[in-house]
């Protein structure tokens, strides 16, 4: 369970991403990794439904992008950052942001 101030920590930092990529320690010992989704993010999406239809196109990249969330954090950043000593505390998907956010919270071993 995360501890309330690092929660309210998350928050903060999260409500501030729009399509940044990036880590930062947010408490000792406590790392932050976040990408925010943007339009870029979906070629394929682009090329395969009809731009004349508006909402339908958001709903999408919302939900491909939160379909993906979890995929990004199983196969890449847990991975990546177990190298570092890193251990996986909590993550997921938060709408915020263009087309919300794939996040995942780490705690270095030692602390």
Same mark, same amino acid.
């Given at each position: 369970?995360?501890?309330?101030?690092i929660?309210? %920590?998350?928050n903060?930092?999260l409500?501030?991403? $729009?399509?940044?990529c990036?880590?930062e320690?947010?408490?000792?010992? &406590? =790392? =932050?990794? !976040?990408?925010g #989704?943007?339009?870029?993010?979906?070629? !394929?999406?682009? @090329?395969?439904i009809?731009? @004349?239809?508006?909402?339908?196109?958001?709903?999408?990249? &919302?939900?491909?992008?939160?379909?993906?969330s979890? %995929?990004?954090?199983?196969?890449? #950043?847990?991975?990546?950052?177990?190298?570092?000593?890193? @251990?996986?505390?909590?993550?997921?998907?938060y709408? $915020?942001? =263009?087309?919300g956010i794939?996040?995942?919270?780490f705690?270095?071993?030692?602390f």
């Open positions: 369970m995360i501890p309330p101030d929660y309210n %920590l998350i903060n930092v409500d501030e991403v $729009s399509d940044e990036n880590e320690e947010i408490y000792e010992g &406590y =790392l =932050l990794k !976040y990408e #989704w943007s339009n870029l993010c979906f070629e !394929y999406g682009w @090329n395969n009809d731009e @004349n239809v508006d909402g339908e196109i958001d709903d999408y990249f &919302y939900k491909h992008a939160e379909e993906q979890h %995929l990004i954090i199983e196969e890449d #950043w847990k991975p990546r950052l177990a190298k570092r000593f890193y @251990n996986f505390i909590d993550g997921g998907y709408k $915020s942001g =263009l087309y794939t996040w995942a919270l705690k270095k071993d030692g």
